[in-house]
């Protein structure tokens, strides 16, 4: 274990030693900003049920076989991937929030 002392005079030996190590820092959520809309749309096109509802929207295009609105068959799968992902959003959110005060809290390091 190295301590350094925290005057400021050692940032560069600081920044070398803590290169080594990796962070005291949890992360539960499996989102960012980013990444949410492609792996949540990737996530639930897994499912069969979704993939079959995708399918009968694309088939619902070609006027020989359409056999609704182009919109009545596109009802079902809009709303079962948006409050799917709405549900995954706040999960995802409320993970964020519990790793922030777990992150941020103060901790005693006893060493013998």
């Not at 009545?72 to 964020?96: N, Q």
Request: aromatic content about 16%; overall charge positive; glycine content about 2%.
């Amino acid at each position: 274990r190295i301590v350094l002392p925290d005057n400021g005079r050692h940032w560069e030996d600081w920044k070398q030693v803590s290169t080594f190590y990796s962070r005291n820092r949890i992360q539960t959520t499996k989102y960012t900003w980013f990444t949410f809309l492609p792996q949540s749309l990737l996530r639930q096109f897994h499912r069969l049920g979704n993939l079959y509802f995708l399918f009968l929207v694309v088939l619902n295009c070609f006027p020989q076989v359409e056999v609704f609105h182009r919109e009545i068959t596109m009802l079902p799968l809009v709303v079962v991937l948006l409050t799917s992902m709405m549900k995954d959003a706040i999960e995802d959110y409320r993970k964020y929030q519990y790793d922030k005060t777990i992150n941020f809290t103060k901790t005693r390091v006893y060493d013998k």
